[in-house]
């Protein structure tokens, strides 16, 4: 079964910051996942990958399969990117998408 | 376009009352989930649905049950809450072709 380490817990930044959220997890994987929490509760889905880079606005998320290590940065950081950011992965190789095993989540707090 | 609704939002229940959770996809998609998150732990994943009439256990199952009587609904229900089952459950969704999971905006449940 897979394990997800994020790095780190917490996070403040002050607004314009470079961000880089940190994953790691232990079995090989299909796809990772990076998720957004909203202060209010909601989660939505950023990115899923299974390699290299993907970009989509200010987001850049990176995945190493070998080295089973993924990365989320944050581009000109601004209030409104506070959040928990969360890493998941398939339970196991090959897993569907949605039995996934979650990181415990980077809060971030951006300061103007 | 609703994605994935989840009713309700908020719940109070006295241990040992019973209760079900609803959750509603419009997006056609063959799996969907049912999620606990608790503070300093990621979402673990209670039990899923890879189609209808089909549902099997995930990582903490005991006092839940599922059905999926039709493929756009996924219903949890507690029989006989217990105040360990206070927590935000989240219900998810994705296509069984390794998509992104579409998650919905979270129940608040409390057990006094």
């Known amino acids: 079964k897979n394990e997800v380490e994020q790095s780190p817990q917490n996070l403040t930044a002050q607004e314009g910051e470079f961000i880089t959220i940190n994953c790691s997890y232990s079995?090989?994987?299909?796809?990772l996942h990076w998720l957004q929490q909203h202060p209010g509760g909601g989660i939505v889905s950023l990115f899923m990958?299974?390699?290299g880079k993907k970009k989509h606005g200010r987001l850049i998320a990176t995945i190493n399969i070998q080295e089973k290590h993924s990365s989320l940065h944050i581009t000109a950081s601004h209030p409104r990117d506070s959040a928990v950011y969360i890493c998941?992965?398939?339970?196991?190789?090959?897993?569907?998408?949605?039995?996934?095993?979650f990181g415990k989540g980077t809060k971030l707090s951006v300061k103007p | 376009n609703a994605g994935v609704t989840q009713t309700p939002k908020f719940r109070v229940l006295k241990t040992g009352q019973s209760m079900t959770l609803l959750c509603a996809q419009d997006?056609?998609?063959?799996?969907m989930y049912w999620y606990r998150q608790d503070p300093g732990m990621g979402l673990r994943l209670i039990h899923y649905?890879?189609?209808?009439?089909?549902?099997a256990k995930g990582e903490v199952p005991d006092g839940y049950n599922v059905s999926r009587l039709k493929k756009q609904n996924f219903l949890l229900g507690l029989e006989s809450a217990a105040p360990s089952q206070t927590s935000v459950y989240f219900c998810?969704?994705?296509?069984?072709?390794?998509?992104?999971?579409?998650f919905g905006q979270g129940t608040r449940l409390t057990v006094v």
């Open positions: 079995v090989g994987i299909s796809a």
């Open positions: 649905s890879v189609g209808e009439g089909t549902t």
């Open positions: 990958l299974s390699s």
């Open positions: 998941a992965v398939p339970e196991n190789y090959g897993g569907s998408q949605g039995n996934l095993i």
């Open positions: 997006m056609n998609h063959e799996y």
């Open positions: 998810a969704s994705s296509s069984r072709y390794r998509t992104e999971a579409f």
